[in-house]
């Protein structure tokens, strides 16, 4: 049972006029230089990007296009970065649409979709059928973390399960700022993916399960590392499913007025040069979380902070979002070198970011292209400069 | 598409560039262009280079299927909607740009889109001072294909105007090219009417009837940064038009002007006018908001002294918003698109150039005519050359109403006819405008014989101009 409004998303689906800017715009005035990764990475056709994306979900909603896998697969082959959304001319917020689109037409089969929501509503994760071994990195980081607490670390099942020093580093952090801090004993995936799949009846049936086990943590304060999880818990509980949650924050948030006071002192590292921060499209056009992790670089001393062609609202996507990494590997990955090469543009040492799945498949992407380029989140590098 | 066929394209581009899907061909069936009924075509290739295309003409011409050539897909008047069996070839993978600074001038592929080469040119302190509203996503070839024009064409002309040469695929996939590079010795694109008459231009505004342009040789100039952005008020339209036309008379150099009606403006700044800083005012009933640009700035200080001048002595004020021309003029590489997007109706549109002595005639016919066929719609324009003014009638209807859409249609219709009447000439000889001139036989007869000379299959754009195809 859909909770879209139909007409409503029809009126908005209207809202687009075909004009194509959301294809491979360049606006130098506003930051942007090419828009949509995938149609960049791919073949090319009108379906590779939102305008014919649009067209195909107006034609499968009103039954000019059979309702097969193969016709839908354009709305899963997109990241829902929304950079179309930041540029586009018109009134309305087409990756959201196409969110919704996913939503209304989740009859259509997707193995892949459907594997996914099945994992996480079985085992509490996408990716192993264990989910106690997600805890498994606290007993490497030579100190107790409770599973109760007002601070809770909600880990994500990426940095848990695929990322771990993600996870070990960031416990590092709090507890150097002396920041008692708590990780679920069994947390479960906070139900992202299933959201931008279209399987947002599944999602809130996880949601209320996740928050139910948050609130017994006595959690008042959640901290993330992963920008997924971030908008999920911050937004999508709330907004979606009408949940109340305790506050959310992104560690960056989180640490900028803790560095900023001193409470957390780095040093300076020899090995750092410069810098590069890829904007997870969670934390950036979704939350227009930009300068934090910014001024925090900054403050990392003998850090050179270095911008690539496009950033912030107009910032090229890591290929991961939306399902796509595990919908289409391949063109997620590439769409993760042709990023990764933005970096090399500016010939940085270094691209840090905040989420675990924008640095699984930039690493994927470096690898394929040969890039000696490290990616690293931005809690490793934080972690290391620790005083 | 005989199978046969689609395996000649596969081996032509490759299999990865040629789709017959039904998804695809669904989403190659329309186009920016609004209130067009949508065609499927049979297949989609999206060449390389321009071999490539012109081994898929005579691959076309073998077969006799008809060819609809697209490239930003951002035209608004039907130009791509493909004919039912199409064969549609996408432009966008020919991507090359080579500049020639000593020759001051380009060389672009077709799936080149203005806003990527005004980047490139900006890093050198020039430009290709012509700024169509849909800069981001139209590619210059296209642009050429219709005689575009945009931002900067106050000054500098159509697109057309800086067309120095043109390669172009005929039909029969022979390649030729145009103006001084035809040359094969030629140091790059430097002269347009070279060997004879301007085959050149044959193809601007040909609409791809007469084969597929592949890449364009324009003029291209040093940035000018020197700029003065005003408004001046009259009481009457043919104050506004006289000013007008003394300011060029005058040789002041107006990157942007464009005449407004005072409830034309009262709509457009309620769409736009906080975006762009515009103060409360009360606007006169004829304003025209001007851009003035030059290279030098003691050439801006005398043209923005004589600007005012010309304007009180055609009995006009100096109002002194800036807002108004800067916020279109910052806003250029997207103005037209923002200020037609933001009010939620759908549209057809009306291209014609009038005089700007004319102005006033189209707003004469427009008026009445929305009334009688109890349609909503604006205008908004610019002057586009040296004497002309580019008008853009936009007649809205709710994109979910049939019964709104089909009169928003007869009206559009019946515009055509009463302009033409006024002497308004088409942007694009798009077909509404054959379907309503008259009085031109010997100049469509001539066009349908070159037309048959060079196209003799009709496989070149099919419907994109009717009057000179013959039968089907």
Not at chain 1, 28 to 42: A, Q
Not at chain 2, 260 to 283: A, H, N, S
């Amino acid at each position: 049972m859909t909770t879209i409004d139909l007409d409503e998303l029809l009126e908005n689906l209207a809202q687009c006029r075909r004009c194509g800017i959301c294809r491979n715009a360049v606006y130098e005035d506003k930051g942007f230089d090419g828009v949509c990764p995938v149609w960049k990475n791919s073949a090319g056709f009108e379906t590779s990007f939102m305008r014919g994306r649009i067209q195909v979900a107006l034609a499968l909603l009103d039954g000019r296009l059979e309702k097969t896998e193969e016709n839908a697969e354009s709305l899963f082959s997109c990241t829902l970065c929304g950079n179309c959304t930041s540029i586009c001319a018109a009134e309305f917020d087409p990756a959201k649409c196409l969110e919704s689109v996913r939503e209304v037409l989740n009859e259509i089969p997707n193995a892949v979709r459907d594997t996914i929501a099945k994992k996480i509503l079985e085992n509490n994760n996408p990716y192993v059928d264990e989910n106690k071994t997600r805890r498994d990195w606290v007993k490497e980081v030579g100190f107790d973390i409770p599973g109760t607490g007002e601070v809770l670390y909600f880990t994500g099942c990426t940095a848990g399960l695929k990322l771990p020093e993600t996870a070990k580093s960031t416990a590092k952090v709090l507890n150097a700022a002396g920041v008692n801090f708590a990780v679920l004993e069994e947390e479960p995936c906070c139900g992202s993916v299933m959201i931008r799949t279209g399987m947002v009846e599944e999602a809130k049936k996880n949601a209320e399960k996740a928050l139910e086990m948050i609130a017994k943590s006595g959690a008042k304060k959640i901290v993330v590392t992963c920008a997924g999880c971030l908008k999920t818990l911050r937004e999508d509980y709330s907004e979606r499913f009408g949940l109340d949650v305790p506050e959310v924050l992104h560690m960056v948030e989180y640490l900028k007025p803790l560095i900023e006071s001193g409470k957390l002192k780095l040093k300076k590292s020899s090995e750092i040069k410069k810098i590069t921060w890829h904007d997870p499209c969670h934390l950036g056009r979704a939350l227009g979380v930009y300068e934090e992790p910014r001024d925090i670089l900054k403050a990392i001393p003998g850090v050179e902070l270095v911008e690539m062609e496009t950033n912030r609202e107009a910032a090229m996507c890591c290929g991961s979002g939306g399902g796509l990494r595990s919908y289409d590997g391949n063109l997620a990955k590439k769409i993760a070198s042709d990023r990764i090469q933005d970096a090399e543009a500016i010939d940085a040492d270094i691209l840090a970011t905040a989420c675990p799945f924008c640095e699984h498949n930039l690493k994927d992407g470096a690898n394929r292209i040969g890039s000696k380029i490290r990616v690293v989140d931005i809690l490793d590098l934080i972690s290391k400069q620790l005083q | 598409m005989d199978n046969v066929v689609v395996q000649k394209l596969i081996a032509i581009v490759g299999e990865d560039y040629v789709s017959t899907r039904q998804d695809v061909l669904l989403a190659y069936s329309t186009s920016a262009s609004m209130s067009y009924d949508t065609v499927l075509p049979d297949a989609v290739v999206l060449p390389q280079s321009t071999e490539q295309v012109s081994e898929i003409l005579k691959v076309a011409t073998q077969y006799k299927i008809p060819v609809t050539p697209r490239s930003g897909g951002s035209s608004l008047q039907g130009e791509v909607i493909p004919k039912e069996g199409a064969l549609v070839i996408d432009l966008l993978r020919l991507t090359e740009i080579e500049v020639f600074p000593d020759l001051r001038s380009v060389t672009v592929g077709a799936g080149i889109n203005f806003g990527k080469l005004d980047k490139l040119l900006n890093k050198q302190d020039l430009w290709l001072p012509v700024y169509p509203g849909s800069s981001l996503t139209a590619t210059i070839a296209g642009n050429v294909a219709v005689n575009g024009s945009g931002f900067g064409s106050s000054q500098f002309g159509c697109i057309g105007e800086l067309v120095l040469g043109l390669e172009v695929v005929l039909p029969n996939g022979e390649i030729i090219q145009t103006g001084s590079e035809a040359n094969p010795n030629a140091p790059g694109p430097f002269l347009r009417y070279a060997f004879g008459p301007d085959i050149t231009g044959l193809f601007i505004g040909s609409l791809g009837v007469f084969g597929i342009i592949t890449k364009v040789s324009l003029k291209i100039f040093k940035r000018m940064h020197h700029f003065d952005y005003n408004t001046y008020g009259f009481n009457t339209p043919q104050e506004a038009e006289k000013f007008v036309i003394q300011c060029k008379e005058n040789e002041i150099s107006p990157v942007w002007i464009a005449i407004y009606e005072g409830r034309i403006l009262d709509f457009f700044l309620e769409m736009v006018g906080e975006e762009y800083g515009v103060p409360k005012y009360e606007w006169p009933p004829i304003t025209v908001s001007m851009v003035i640009g030059r290279i030098r700035e003691d050439q801006l200080e005398s043209d923005r002294a004589e600007a005012q001048r010309i304007c009180v002595e055609e009995g006009g004020h100096v109002i002194g918003i800036a807002e108004l021309p800067k916020g279109e003029w910052d806003d250029r590489m997207r103005e037209l698109a923002r200020s037609s997007y933001v009010h939620g109706w759908h549209w057809r549109i009306l291209y014609h150039h009038v005089t700007p002595s004319q102005w006033h005639r189209t707003i004469e016919e427009m008026w009445p005519l929305f009334d009688e066929f109890g349609v909503l719609g604006h205008t908004a324009g610019f002057q586009s050359d040296h004497s002309s003014y580019n008008y853009y009638p936009q007649i809205f209807f709710d994109p979910q109403d049939a019964e709104d859409e089909s009169k928003a249609k007869a009206a559009h219709k019946e515009l055509v006819k009463r302009l033409f009447k006024t002497g308004a000439v088409p942007f694009k000889l798009a077909p509404y405008w054959v379907d309503g001139i008259t009085e031109m036989e010997p100049y469509l007869n001539f066009l349908k014989d070159l037309k048959e000379a060079i196209d003799p299959n009709g496989i070149m754009s099919p419907g994109t101009i009717p009057g000179i195809e013959g039968e089907d």
